[in-house]
C-alpha cells in the first residue's frame, strides 16, 4: 500500500430564504452542496446534499418567546455511491431578551446507511443554545447531548456524545463576510 498523489476542485454553495408571517412567525429554507471531485481517483469523489426547513412562531401574545419546529435532510454520495442519508426533526422553545436568544430543543436524528446498516442508529439529542447579535456581528455558544443506539450489533454498541460549539460570524464591508466556529466534541 504505498499513498497515491492526485488533485482534487472542491466547491461549496449554501443558499437560504426567510419568510416573514403576518403573525410574527418565520420560516427559513435552506439548502447546501459540497462537492469534492479528484483528477485520477474517481473513487474518493464526494458529495454532501442537505436540505432544511425550519418555522418559528409567538408561543402566545409574548412576542418574545417562541416555538421552533424543524427539520432537515442530508444526502452523502461517496465514489458516485450513494453512502448515507440522514433525517432529523426537532421542537424546542426559545425566549428573546434584548438583542440576544436563548433556547432549548429536542432533536430525533435518524441515520441510515447504504452498504454499511451495522452503523444505522437512532439518535435522540437534547440541546440549549446563546446567541446575540449586534449591528456589526452575530455570536452564540451552543451545547448538546446524543445518546446513539445502534439499529443492530456494532463495535463499541450503545455510545454518548457531547458536543459543543462557539461561533462569531460579521461582515468585513458590503461585500465580505467571515465566519469563525469553534467545534469539540467527546464520545
Known amino acids: 500500500q504505498l499513498p497515491i498523489s492526485d488533485q482534487a476542485v472542491q466547491g461549496r454553495g449554501n443558499a437560504y430564504r426567510f419568510f416573514q408571517h403576518e403573525n410574527g412567525a418565520e420560516t427559513m429554507l435552506a439548502g447546501s452542496l459540497l462537492l469534492k471531485e479528484y483528477v485520477s481517483q474517481g473513487d474518493f469523489n464526494y458529495a454532501d446534499a442537505a436540505l432544511v426547513l425550519n418555522y418559528r412562531r409567538p408561543v402566545s ?47 430525533f436524528e435518524r441515520r441510515t446507511y447504504v452498504a454499511a446498516n451495522y452503523f444505522d442508529a437512532t439518535i435522540p439529542w437534547a440541546g440549549l443554545t446563546y446567541g446575540c447579535q ?43 463576510a467571515y465566519s469563525i466556529l469553534i467545534y469539540a466534541a467527546e464520545y
Open 61 to 107: 401574545a409574548d412576542k418574545n418567546s417562541l416555538i421552533n419546529l424543524g427539520g432537515n435532510a442530508r444526502y452523502i454520495y461517496f465514489g458516485g455511491q450513494p453512502l448515507g442519508h440522514f433525517v432529523t426533526a426537532s421542537a424546542g422553545l426559545s425566549k428573546k431578551i434584548g438583542l440576544c436568544e436563548i433556547g432549548g430543543r429536542l432533536d
Open 134 to 176: 449586534s449591528d456589526k456581528f452575530v455570536y452564540g455558544l451552543g451545547l448538546r447531548y446524543g445518546y446513539d443506539k445502534p439499529d443492530s450489533l456494532r463495535p463499541g454498541g450503545d455510545t454518548t456524545r457531547l458536543e459543543g460549539n462557539a461561533f462569531v460570524r460579521g461582515m468585513f464591508n458590503s461585500n465580505l
